[in-house]
């Protein structure tokens, strides 16, 4: 695939987070991409941090914001797919650092009626604090990655050493990463985006998977690249056991279409305008 690329990347209220996120994404080897911010209603630094940015950065950098009402990260993701125009997007989250080869790996493995889910290795508590002490992310060699290993700053090794490669089709929900996730845009308006029926944190992303399963298109994993997470308290879980029934029911209906997704989206705006 040789057109431009979109990288979504959600974020709320942490702008020292998604400075350093953006700062690794100006140092991808591929720059044929676009990067889409759904922010899920930050307070003003995080607009005038990126609109610092912007005017040097080496893509384009969209803003998409809407108003604070609590989680509603299926909402601006919604939103944000209508404002983008590359065929291709990769999900992303403000505490996920990528490699410098990211980008031209989804590129290489982007296929029609797949999508790709990527890992990702999990930062300790003290060299996320160092990280964000610095100005933009530092290029890492071998050696450094066994040292922080060592020094248990990461989590896991190996899969920053394997050559990318990816998986054999899985038909499986398990090991879901929101946060390293890529498909066609096409595919993701066929099934109506997110579900926006799901509030609070949990399951959203299994439940787009499971309609993109729904409609024919296929899981593979993608092995080696993996982002960087950055350490954060956890969200809270108080939503998880409804969010866990409106999983069932999508899977025991097969469901393809969210019942509140992008065409709801639409019409609410047009309704309101």
């Not at 990769?90 to 790996?105: R, S």
């Not at 999508?115 to 290029?139: A, F, V, Y």
């Not at 997704?261 to 309704?271: C, R, S």
Request: charged share 25%; aromatic share 10%; proline share 4%.
């Amino acid at each position: 695939m040789n057109e431009r690329i979109a990288v979504v990347i959600s974020t709320y209220n942490n702008p020292e987070f998604l400075r350093l996120v953006l700062s690794a994404y100006a140092k991808q080897g591929d720059k044929n991409f676009s990067i889409y911010i759904a922010d899920d209603g930050s307070s003003v630094e995080t607009r005038e941090m990126i609109q610092g940015l912007s005017s040097t950065f080496p893509v384009p950098i969209h803003h998409v914001w809407h108003e604070d009402q609590g989680f509603r990260k299926a909402h601006i993701h919604n939103l944000t797919f209508q404002h983008i125009t590359e065929p291709y997007i990769i999900l992303t989250d403000g505490d996920c650092i990528p490699l410098p080869n990211m980008i031209a790996t989804h590129r290489r493995f982007s296929e029609e009626k797949t999508m790709i889910c990527g890992s990702r290795i999990l930062l300790s508590k003290t060299w996320t604090q160092q990280l964000l002490n610095i100005e933009s992310m530092p290029l890492y060699q071998g050696f450094d990655w066994v040292r922080l290993k060592y020094q248990k700053k990461i989590n896991r090794l190996l899969p920053l050493f394997i050559p990318p490669y990816t998986s054999n089709i899985q038909e499986k929900l398990s090991g879901i990463h929101g946060c390293h996730f890529a498909c066609f845009k096409s595919d993701l308006f066929k099934v109506n985006g997110f579900d926006e029926s799901f509030e609070g944190w949990g399951r959203e992303d299994s439940d787009l998977v499971a309609r993109l399963f729904h409609i024919g298109v296929q899981r593979k994993n993608l092995r080696g690249s993996p982002v960087l997470h950055l350490w954060h308290a956890e969200n809270s879980r108080s939503h998880l056991s409804k969010n866990d029934d409106l999983l069932k029911a999508c899977l025991d209906e097969k469901r393809q279409r969210a019942i509140k997704g992008i065409e709801e989206n639409i019409l609410e705006k047009d309704q309101n305008q």
